[in-house]
């Protein structure tokens, strides 16, 4: 039991980073959707 609850502390911290990077690829993704449209829309 203590194993298991360690592996799901464990699982939802990862969850946690990958949250946190996707928010940031999202982010930059964006910024750069938003640069080619200034560039390309003129």
Known sequence: ???QTA???R???QNT???ATVKSL???V????AE???R???
Request: no cysteine; charged share 30%.
């Open 1 to 3: 039991m203590v194993e």
């Open 7 to 9: 592996l799901l502390v």
């Open 11 to 13: 699982m939802m911290e």
């Open 17 to 19: 980073d990958l949250t």
């Open 26 to 28: 999202t982010e930059r």
């Open 30 to 33: 964006e910024l750069l959707t």
């Open 36 to 38: 080619m449209h200034r």
């Open 40 to 42: 390309l829309v003129v």
